[in-house]
């Protein structure tokens, strides 16, 4: 058993685990994507604290949501280019903590909606 398993392990091809080119066009895509979303998000939140006053509360934990998809914006680009230029060690602890600003953004969020009082209708009658 420990024979066999020796020859399969013996085939297997130290390129394998790249299996295909990726196209050109993908990472200029992917950084105006990238730092397009990180623009936006910072407009968010610059906008949303600027208004935090005047809208009560509520827009503040919208405004921090928007801060913390712009600090994943930002963190999703530093873990890109330390993996391309070849940084490893740099890339794993970025890489760990992926998805902590995606996580305090939807908490913001959440507390947000909740403390969003409800307003009446303006009656027509």
């Known amino acids: 058993m420990l024979h066999r398993l ?10 394998a685990a790249q299996v295909y080119d990726l196209p050109s066009y993908f990472l200029p895509i992917f950084s ?11 407009i968010a939140a610059v906008i949303g604290f600027g208004r935090a006053r005047a809208f009560g509360p ?5 405004a921090l949501a928007a801060a913390c998809l712009f600090l994943y914006q930002i963190h999703f680009l530093l873990m890109s280019f ?4 070849g940084k490893g060690s740099l890339a794993f602890p970025l890489i760990t903590s992926l998805n902590l600003f995606i996580l305090l953004g939807a908490i913001c969020a959440v507390i947000g909606f909740m403390k ?8 027509p009658d």
């Open 58 to 62: 509520h827009v503040r934990w919208f």
């Open 82 to 85: 330390a993996s391309i230029s």
């Open 6 to 15: 020796a020859l399969i392990l013996a085939q297997a091809d130290g390129q």
């Open 32 to 42: 105006v994507l990238m730092i397009g979303g990180a623009l936006c998000w910072l």
């Open 116 to 123: 969003m009082k409800a307003t009446a209708p303006a009656n």
